[in-house]
């Protein structure tokens, strides 16, 4: 242990520049390596937290505009099919307004359309229709098919208290027709079925086109990105200016996770670098040492005794310097970084800090002793030679 001080102090005293890098190296490699974990930790949890529940996209139409439903349908028409490929559901609603037979006053019915679009081609959803099948909504009669939607059909289901009450039928005459026809928006359409839901369904395609439409929500099968949301807010800008309204969704940014990406790789390839960088200057004191060590190997010094004052040296360098590299840490990731990355500070206990503290002395110990093996076996043999020359 008295050689391993001796080293130290000697190193101080003569080596005062080299000395000062090797400090500087430490500290890098301290925030480095602490920061790329931080950085990749909030990356990971941001993912977590905006991907808990972005799969559906309800649009709502501003107030005092009128979005039609052949404008829905354009707006549709001009979404990229590899987006609309995995909207599994489009439900779109209106509201259809109708006399009371009775009692003359308006009643109205939520008109309810659901559906997918894919290559161009208005089909049922088959996310709908096996929910509704599997849960026993479908009261009488059959769902839509594929026909019906890409036809656009006048069919209809309709809520089943509708076709049981007599009373309700006589009131709603104007809605209701007899059992087997509707009037929606001024057309008559074939009841197929009824449903224990609300509001009467119709195919998306059998809606007039002038008929505004209330409001029209998009469930994707997959999670929403940046570019998809963007890409349906530009196209309703260039279509239908001023009438949709989207909602501020958490969604990550892809371009900005790529950052982080690049940050990441950039920060533990600094950190290996500056490990990698101690050693090299270790291996510049080594070699001004080197007939030293030669001597004392020659005088009964085992290989792995000279090996182990170096590496106490190292040790002696590294070990209070990463230790307060962490510490000078901690309240500037609090202060600053935790303002910029929000699931930064979570990411760090006391358990963190000790492992990433253990990561880098194992790291060290193992390269400093490669390095340490080869070059003292080295000395050995060069001085061996020179004594036998």
């Known amino acids: 242990m008295r050689y391993v001080f001796q080293n130290f102090f000697t190193l101080i005293k003569h080596e005062k520049f080299i000395f000062s ?52 349908k354009a707006y549709l028409d001009e979404l990229p099919d590899a987006l609309l490929n995995d909207v ?48 026993g909504m479908i009261a009488t009669g059959r769902y839509f098919t594929d026909e019906d939607e890409i036809n656009g059909t006048r069919t209809v289901m309709v809520p089943k208290k509708s076709m049981e009450s007599a009373f309700w039928r ?13 009037l929606i928006f001024g057309q008559t359409f074939d009841i197929i079925g009824t449903h224990t839901s609300a509001g009467a369904v119709v195919p998306f395609l059998s809606i007039p086109e002038d008929i505004a439409v ?35 969704l958490p969604l990550p940014d892809e371009e900005q996770l790529g950052i982080y990406n690049n940050v990441i790789a950039i920060s533990v390839l600094i950190a290996a670098l500056t490990v990698i960088n101690f050693a090299f200057l270790y291996n510049f004191i080594f070699e001004k040492r080197r007939r030293v060590i030669a001597i004392m190997r020659i005088c009964g010094c085992t290989a792995a005794r000279a090996r182990a004052v170096c590496i106490g040296e190292c040790c002696l360098i590294c070990i209070p310097v990463f230790a307060l590299g962490i510490l000078t840490y901690i309240p500037f990731m609090k202060g600053v970084l935790s303002g910029i990355f929000a699931y930064m500070e979570r990411s760090y206990t006391p358990a963190v800090y000790l492992v990433i503290f253990a990561v880098y002395a194992v790291t060290l110990l193992v390269i400093m002793g490669i390095l340490l093996l080869r070059q003292i076996g080295r000395e050995l043999s060069r001085e061996q030679q020179k004594e036998a020359g």
């Open 214 to 248: 209330g409001s029209f929500t998009l469930v994707f099968e997959n999670i929403v990105t940046r570019s998809d949301y963007e890409t349906l807010v530009q196209t309703a800008s260039k279509l239908a200016r001023g009438k949709m309204i989207f909602p501020e």
């Open 21 to 72: 890098v090797m400090i500087v190296c430490v500290f890098i490699s301290a925030w480095t390596m602490l920061f790329s974990y931080g950085l990749y930790q909030n990356y990971t949890t941001m993912l977590v937290e905006s991907d808990s529940s972005v799969r559906e996209i309800p649009v709502g139409i501003a107030e005092g505009e009128t979005l039609s439903r052949g404008e829905l």
């Open 88 to 135: 599994k559901l489009v439900f779109c609603s209106s509201w259809y307004e109708y006399d009371n037979a009775v009692n003359s006053y308006k009643e109205g019915m939520l008109v309810a359309s659901r559906f997918t679009v894919r290559s161009g081609a208005y089909r049922t959803s088959s996310y709908i229709a096996d929910m509704w099948i599997n849960n």
């Open 170 to 182: 006589k009131e709603h005459k104007n809605f209701i027709v007899d059992d087997n026809t509707a």
